[in-house]
């Protein structure tokens, strides 16, 4: 592999890493803000928006942007069949949901959603039209160009809703900071990619993307609902007021994800596309990417419990203590990250659809059904069943599914998840004890309970991370561009 090809990998990591840093702190900011700006109710009309619209938003990519990136080659009037593809379904869908406002109104009798779901739907039909612009950036490692678009987009969106919110302190201010977000990053995604969209027709040549397209969306589809259907019970059984709070431990949860995974499969997954055949280099990368995350999820899951209620007092204020309840009860999940996180992007990048399409209906049965049942009990009751079916269930499956073809095996994962394992005992146990101290010294406040159970935590996790040479190789490769690719 080319010193050039080595250095765009490298420098794409950084700036996928440092959108992530600069992305993870404005949505810190920005939910510290809001959540002493906008009750919990307004935060539910807006989850009960974004169930639907998140769903529809599967069917607005139809997997055509992995299916641009799982490319080797892409031909300029491929490009242009799936741009002009990309935009008639996205007008139509937006047409769709704007008609479907009674409706989902009807659903969670809730009349207000009706003009903030017209309001969304621009927001939607905007930012679908730099869809495949986006993907052709991050297809061609072009991670400079997706940084200033999404940071630009985040930074103008996020001003937005605080100012809008202190002035309305209510769901609108989210809705018009969504639409902004999505003008500016299609706007710098538009003129920063440079390309003209066209079609000179010839849509049968590309009928083999969009049948790839559709495999990966129905997986998504299956995804989104097992991910989604206990926070649709929880706001039709119990209220706006309970999916507000369920809607804000839910984006704690996925806090970590943004930050620290998000960036690392963001560049990992083109690069397995590149790889697709090459078997130790798979493996290799695959490997690499479950010793990561298993040292961060897997400890972050195990300490959860400890400092969930506490973070959110901090980051979201008094009233917001039950999110933090609600959001404790994701530590199965968290933990089952640290060996399941990459799995999808695995299966995609190596084109076994079928199978990631049939385990998308398990998956729904095992994980959505779990949410089910315990949305019967509340919020607490739907993020406990979904987590708890997530690690003892789903993921044993995942690490099977994975490993029946190809070159990982089930045993390569576990011992690939080992060091992170080892950290987890670690820094549960520090954490543990943090916790005895608190309440021996019957110290109360949050942020200085918060402060010692990570601190502790942390220096637990460092010993023995650091102790372990492949855990310690694992970290330190991030940072170093002769460690991306073996020449």
Known sequence: MSDVFEHRIHAGRRFAYSQRTLTFLVNFVTIAFLARLVPPAQFGLMAMIMSVVNFLAVFRDLG?????????????????????FNAVVTTIISILLALLAPLISRFYREPSLGPLILGTTLGFLIGGVGAQHASVL????????????EVGGLVVGSTATIILASWRHDAWALVVGGVAQATVSTILFLSLDGWIPHWKGGLKKSLHLLAFGANVSLYSLL?????????????????????????????LYSLPVSFLLYPYLQVQFPLMCRFNGDAQETQRLYLDMIRLTS?????????LPFIGVDFATVLLGTPWAEA?????????????????????????????LSELRLWGIGDLVIRGGGAVLGAQAGSAGAAAGFSFAT??????????????????????????AMPGMASAVAAGIAAAAAHLSLVHWNITD?????????????????????????????????????AVLQN
């Open 64 to 84: 055509l942007t992995s299916a641009t990136i799982q490319r080797a080659s892409l031909s300029d009037d491929e490009r242009g069949s799936l741009f002009i």
């Open 295 to 303: 040292l961060i999820f897997i400890p972050a899951g195990v300490i």
């Open 223 to 251: 995804n989104y609902a097992t991910n989604n259907v206990g926070a649709v019970l929880v706001g039709f059984i119990h209220g706006p007021i309970a999916m507000g709070f369920y809607s804000r431990a839910q984006s």
């Open 391 to 416: 690690l003892f269930l789903a993921t044993p499956t995942i690490v099977w599914l994975c490993g029946r073809y190809g070159p990982v095996s089930a045993s390569d994962q576990i011992r690939a």
């Open 138 to 149: 991050r297809r061609n490692l072009a991670f400079r160009q997706v940084f200033l678009a």
């Open 324 to 352: 933090g309840n609600i959001f404790s009860w994701f530590s199965p999940s968290v933990v089952a990250l640290g060996v399941v996180a990459p799995f999808g992007q695995y299966m995609i990048s190596q084109g076994r």
């Open 446 to 482: 949050s942020l200085a309970a918060l402060s010692l159970v990570i601190g502790s935590s942390a220096v637990a996790w460092c010993v023995v991370a650091f102790t372990s040479r492949s855990a310690r190789t694992c970290l330190l490769n991030i940072f170093r561009p002769s």
